[in-house]
């Protein structure tokens, strides 16, 4: 089954932490470098798993004050904006988190999330994309793909339309044609079809099937539905570990950090070999022993992020 472009941008956001978070520190001579290299990291991660948990209890002025430590380990990271973005969106402040958006947006305009939240800050302000026409990627195909699942999933057809306009047209273009006109005749937003694609799975069953529905849920952030699903879905494929990851983020989300941890080590058991899923999991263990306070066990995942297995 092919997903659609909604989960093609749907990146899993954390597996994002471990590829821009880590890997951006780069080879480092032998010595005394690599030993500052670890402290690097370690100081990074502390400060930015942090951040997440204060971020989570809704401290979010110590939370800002952790992501910034955390930015002047690492500059450039879109992540560490896009958080410091989220972050001063929650605390209401707009205008602030507007330029860390804008940047998050600038460096990787084919990530949903970041679009997701700086049209959300644009949104609190009544501010429109084209205001900031000199400095978003405007004529960037995936970009503009992206503005336009936003715009669907707010029910706004026709801006959706506009944003697909000027690009030529691709098998993702017409597939986010369809997807409009659909919701058009229906008169439904995308969350509804949400609902019918569960409606077309269920008879299916399959592992493909679920995973698809799984990543559409997270991408709406519908963390109730994502844990029933998950549920169903290990009742059927219990060697899944993807289904393990969706299962204990949806605890995480909804403040159940030990729950977590209890689906995310069932996961980790199931496990063969180092894969995407696997940092995942190991990202979200981490992210769940912060929260908990377990300090040591949220190290130990985070070297195994690291290490790669």
């Not at 947006?105 to 700086?118: C, D, I």
């Not at 044609?177 to 969350?191: D, F």
């Amino acid at each position: 089954m092919k997903r659609d472009r909604m989960q093609s941008m749907g990146k899993t956001y954390w597996f994002w932490i471990l590829l821009l978070s880590l890997g951006s520190i780069g080879a480092q001579e032998e010595g005394s470098a690599d030993l500052f290299t670890d402290s690097y990291t370690d100081r990074f991660q502390e400060a930015f798993f942090e951040a997440i948990k204060q971020k989570g209890i809704e401290n979010y002025d110590r939370a800002e004050a952790l992501f910034l430590e955390a930015k002047k380990l690492d500059p450039i990271n879109p992540v560490i904006d896009h958080e410091l973005a989220k972050v001063l969106l929650l605390g209401k402040q707009y205008e602030r988190a507007e330029a860390y958006a804008l940047d998050a947006v600038r460096a990787s305009p084919g990530e949903y999330w970041f679009v997701e939240t700086l049209m959300e800050i644009l949104d609190k302000q009544s501010k429109q994309p084209e205001v900031f026409a000199g400095e978003l990627p405007l004529e960037q195909p995936e970009f503009r793909l992206n503005l336009a699942a936003w715009y669907l999933r707010q029910g706004k057809w026709d801006r959706a339309e506009t944003q697909l306009a000027p690009l030529p047209s691709s098998d993702e273009v017409r597939a986010m044609q369809a997807r409009i006109s659909r919701s058009r005749l229906n008169g439904k937003s995308s969350e509804a079809e949400v609902r019918e694609i569960r409606a077309a799975q269920a008879a299916e069953g399959s592992v493909a099937g679920y995973e698809q529905e799984l990543r559409l849920l997270m991408e709406g952030e519908n963390w109730k539905s994502v844990e029933k699903v998950s549920r169903e879905a290990l009742e059927r494929y219990p060697l899944q570990p993807f289904f393990y990851y969706t299962g204990g983020m949806a605890q995480l989300r909804q403040g159940k950090p030990s729950e977590a941890v209890s689906i995310l080590e069932e996961g980790e058991g199931v496990l063969l070999g180092d894969s995407e899923t696997a940092q995942m999991i190991y990202s979200a263990l981490a992210e769940a022993h912060t929260q908990l306070g377990n300090m040591e066990k949220a190290k130990k995942y985070q070297d195994k992020i690291k290490s790669g297995s």
